[in-house]
């Protein structure tokens, strides 16, 4: 079952830049997608197509096979939640738990449930007891935290998230992976717009490359393996792949993308050293 599909989509800014040019890809339910490109790519402005925010000048988008008519369709976003790259475009209330509460409040639920969505969603991400604090005197990784709190209390089967690694750091980084490793083994479909192909090659199982506004390539995170691929992408390769290339010989059928595949690699060829 596809969770989210996207066909021949077009879409141009109001100067008449092209943003999106014919864009057609399917997302499988459950996966882990990392959406890969350069700035000015198309990453974000193809995540707001995927829950309404922007509707395609050409094309269509369906969500669990229900067509997008675009902003008037208030169910996709109940079903696709939206993390935005800068959390001060989300986070916007006087206190973390008004914040949180407004998306559940606005789906009509009873207060006692908001209140259960609430607590267990900033519970979720590692924010429990920060309900009347002001977000303007949180980190940036705390914001960044509070707007997945805020979506996840709406329930979305489906998140969308763009640059959720941008400016954090190294302590922010892994407790926002560990956030996603958990929707993922819910069964959680998560889509990730990014240019960081390290976060990619491990985290996702389905990778797509957009280059001007195109899908330029799809497939598995080995589509990364390929550096004429990733040049004319302008990307890097994986950070393991680059270090293991500079070493004449060590690769040998193929270099590896991942710490895991780069110890496999020294294990094998420490064992054929013993056995000479």
């Known amino acids: ?43 974000s402005t193809l995540l707001l197509h995927l829950n309404g925010l922007l ?21 996709v976003r109940e079903t696709v939640g939206m993390v935005f790259q800068d959390p001060d475009d989300q986070v916007f209330s006087a206190t973390v738990a008004e914040d949180v509460a407004f998306g559940p409040q606005n789906m009509g639920l009873s207060p006692e449930e908001v209140v259960r969505r609430v607590k267990a969603s900033l519970a979720r991400v590692g ?11 949180l980190s940036y990784g705390e914001r960044k935290r509070v707007a997945i709190a805020g979506v996840l209390a709406m329930g979305p089967d489906i998140l969308v998230l763009d640059e959720p690694m941008a400016y ?71 950070t393991v792949a680059r270090v293991f290339a500079g070493f004449e010989g060590l690769c040998r059928d193929r270099c590896p993308l991942t710490v895991g595949e780069a110890r496999e690699l020294l294990a094998s060829i420490q064992t054929e050293l013993e056995v000479e």
Do not use: C
């Open 168 to 238: 954090l750091d190294p302590e922010g980084r892994l407790r926002l992976r560990a956030i996603l490793d958990e929707l993922s083994a819910e069964s959680k479909t998560l889509l990730v717009a990014t240019h960081d192909v390290d976060f990619a090659v491990e985290w996702s199982d389905h990778v797509v490359i957009l280059r001007g506004g195109r899908v330029f390539r799809s497939g598995g995170p080995e589509v990364l393996r390929d550096a004429e691929l990733l040049r004319e992408a302008s990307l890097t390769m994986p």
């Open 1 to 43: 079952m596809m969770a989210i599909e996207v066909k021949g989509v077009s879409y141009a800014y109001p100067d008449g830049t092209p943003a999106l040019r014919e864009v057609s890809l399917s997302i499988p339910a459950g996966s882990r997608t990392a959406i890969l490109g350069p700035n000015g790519a198309g990453k």
């Open 55 to 75: 509707a395609p000048q050409r094309g269509q988008v369906f969500v669990a096979g229900r067509p997008v008519l675009g902003d008037e369709d208030t169910w």
């Open 127 to 137: 924010l429990r007891g920060y309900e009347e604090r002001p977000p303007h005197r």
